[in-house]
């Protein structure tokens, strides 16, 4: 009686396990969190990455501009080019063979110590090598003499708006501890709750795994009972 009651509980865990069964659309719906969760962590790492290697290009040599692959990212801090450019916007710049520049492009560049991004209204070559006139959009006149090709840094690619002021607080010490310290932390709590659920379906494909067991076990049991009662009945017939 006992072993049946055992085994008739173990089936009734069986059919509960079996109306739990994650449907198809639900299993869909976890496979494209899944892949999402993994494209965030993809981001939030290469972000991170990113900003370390822009922070601490700064803080190493603060006369040269950060860059991460020959791109630049910079920070507006006049009016010259105004309407194209404003304060505060946050441009992305990047390293070029300086014969693919034409007139008419934007080119970031050193002049005196300053690091200044105009739109390039001529060109001229003097002794094999290039030289360019540039112009701020909102000056009236054109800027001083010539820029060499040696000190041209990057080509203007394109403008991110309004992110200036938070780029400037990320350059002082408690702006870029936090910009170091959350992504970190975020991308521990997104590793341990992975970890934590990789633990508990574990735990679930053991107790499913230790049920089918002791249900195999039980159904031979009863099996093996059910055959030596049959064998036990039919002895009794032949003695009779």
Do not use: W
Not at 177 to 192: A, C, G, N, R, Y
Request: glycine content about 4%; overall charge positive.
């Amino acid at each position: 009686m006992r072993k049946k009651q055992e085994i008739i509980n173990i089936q009734e865990q069986k059919s509960t396990n079996e109306l739990c069964k994650i449907p198809i659309s639900i299993k869909i719906i976890k496979i494209i969190y899944k892949i999402i969760r993994i494209i965030f962590k993809t981001i939030l790492a290469v972000t991170l990455a990113s900003v370390v290697i822009l922070a601490t290009q700064t803080l190493i040599n603060k006369d040269k501009i950060p860059s991460i692959m020959g791109v630049e990212v910079l920070q507006v801090v006049s009016e010259s080019m105004k309407g194209t450019l404003n304060i505060n916007d946050v441009i992305i710049a990047k390293k070029v063979e300086v014969k693919s520049l034409n007139v008419g492009d934007i080119i970031v560049f050193k002049k005196d110590g300053a690091v200044i991004t105009h739109r390039i209204t001529n060109i001229v070559k003097r002794y094999d090598k290039l030289e360019f006139e540039t112009k701020g959009d909102a000056n009236n006149t054109p800027d001083k003499g010539t820029v060499k090709e040696e000190n041209i840094e990057g080509k203007y690619i394109c403008t991110i708006k309004y992110i200036g002021n938070i780029l400037k607080f990320i350059k002082t010490p408690i702006g870029l501890t936090l910009v170091v310290t959350i992504p970190i932390i975020t991308m521990l709590f997104v590793i341990m709750k992975e970890r934590r659920a990789t633990e508990l379906k574990a735990i679930r494909r053991e107790k499913r795994l230790k049920y089918d067991i002791e249900y195999e076990k039980l159904e031979k049991a009863q099996k093996q009972e059910e055959q030596d009662k049959s064998t036990e009945e039919g002895n009794k017939e032949l003695n009779q």
